[in-house]
């Protein structure tokens, strides 16, 4: 659906987006995260044709986005980071003034409106000056706003920025809410959220990708390995230790917290690319301990995160 390849934009000397190569699926939900300056909305701004690329080039299906800028800003809904809206407008001559101006007339503007106004529950405030609205209020009409024209692709540049949880949690839904056949790309500092939101999560730093995946391929695949917890009854550590350390692929076998009153809770680490867990369960089969738990656990994204963000 959209194909970046090479994309490099310079601002002077600096490097923002250092040759960007990326595919995004149509239905995908997207997530770009990386720390501040990493390059985000200079990706995305280049993106909706709102910045042109130092070099490198942005296809959207069959279109160039620096040939056919109209065309593709026709199939893409664009909410920036700081929502551009009228403050002394009420939010129904707003939400009228952006249909006009995305081509909508009679009552295909209205239907529009309608049903912006029951996907982003703002019935209760459509004769209410934006600017008398609080900050979740307002990114509900700067989302209705980038989603009036029932766009394929939905471009949101930090959308839950310094809103409280339950606000949060309101965008959240009508993000995925908006429809599963849409493509979606978003950035976020927030890693649960991404974690809440997005199929798939591209780390950004300092103008390159240094990661891309679904949150489980991040949280298992990447960093120092996985690791299983294993609770035992009837076990003790040193036994265990000595019938699961040779299994192949484990590293280490270790005590772990809150196995409860006469279990044994372990943590065992392995390697990346193996599984033990066959030959563990065929192994403590073979004794008279009984498995209580095994669940494979992963480093948190946040670690992953930061692993890969940190200055050197
Ligand atoms: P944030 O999360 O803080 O919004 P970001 O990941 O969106 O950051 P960008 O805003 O794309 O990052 O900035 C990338 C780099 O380009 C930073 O070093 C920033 O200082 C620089 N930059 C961004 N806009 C300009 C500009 N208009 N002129 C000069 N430098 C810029």
Sequence with gaps: MIHMEKLTKYYGEVCAVDGIDLD??????TGLLGPNGAGKTTTMRMLTGYLRP?????????????????????????????????????VYDYLLFVAHARGLKGDKARGRIFAMVELCSLSGIMHRPIGELSKGLRQRVGLAHAMM???????????????DPNQIVEIRD??????????IILSTHILSEAQATCDRIVIIDKGKIVADGSTEVLTYGLGEG??????????????????????????SVEG????????????????????????????????????LEMAPKGVSLEKVFMELTREA
């Design 24 to 29: 995004i699926r149509k239905g995908e939900i």
């Design 54 to 90: 130092s070099s490198g080039t942005i296809r959207v299906r069959d279109l160039s986005v620096d040939a056919d800028p109209l065309a593709v800003k026709k199939r893409m809904g664009y909410l920036p980071e700081s929502a551009p809206l009228y403050a002394n407008m009420l």
């Design 149 to 163: 024209d029932d766009p394929e692709i939905l471009v949101l540049d930090e959308p839950t920025s310094g809103l």
């Design 174 to 183: 009508i993000i995925r809410s908006f429809g599963r056949d849409k493509t």
């Design 226 to 251: 996985r690791s299983l917890r294993l609770v035992l009854a009837g076990a003790d550590l040193e036994a265990a230790r000595s019938v699961l350390a040779p299994v192949e692929g484990v590293v």
């Design 256 to 291: 772990a917290q809150d196995a409860g009153p006469g279990l044994t809770a372990l943590e065992v680490r392995y390697l990346p690319g193996s599984d033990p867990r066959p030959e563990i369960y065929r192994r403590i089969k073979a004794t008279d301990w009984v498995i």
